[in-house]
């Protein structure tokens, strides 16, 4: 059975940082992209951030582009999805999912497997 585990939500200020974490654990190998997406209330899934395993490759919403950063050190069961200078409009539950998709990260229907989900809140 695979398991997706986030932590490292919390409730911050604007302009802070904030650092999540997924551990991914189960028989998948490690041949398998991250992502993360976020759910504010009243409002979609919405994709946020993604990693490739294949060659590592990065890709990001526009709105936390310049300002998130995902990363999956040694390719291991565990990314990161670090957050700087958080904004309200941050505020969500986020997920992280994982996919054998190669081509599509972007969207939330290719991935698998999916986590229980870390509360964000940002104050302003």
């Known amino acids: 059975q695979v398991q997706l585990v986030e932590s490292g939500g919390g409730l911050v200020q604007a302009g802070d940082s904030l650092r999540l974490s997924c551990e991914v654990s189960?028989?998948?190998?490690?041949?398998?992209?991250m992502g993360w997406f976020r759910q504010a209330p009243g409002k979609e899934r919405e994709f946020v951030a993604a990693?490739?395993?294949?060659?590592?490759?990065?890709y990001y919403a526009d709105s936390v582009k310049g300002r998130f950063t995902i990363s999956r050190p040694n390719a291991k069961n565990t990314v990161y999805l670090q957050m700087n200078s958080l904004k309200p409009e941050d505020t969500a539950a986020y997920y992280c999912?994982?996919?054998?998709?190669?081509?599509?990260?972007?969207?939330?229907?290719?991935?698998?497997?999916w986590g229980q989900g870390t509360q964000v809140t940002v104050s302003s």
């Open positions: 189960g028989r998948t190998g490690s041949r398998y992209s």
């Open positions: 990693i490739r395993w294949s060659d590592g490759d990065t």
């Open positions: 999912a994982i996919t054998r998709n190669l081509v599509v990260l972007t969207d939330q229907g290719a991935y698998d497997y």
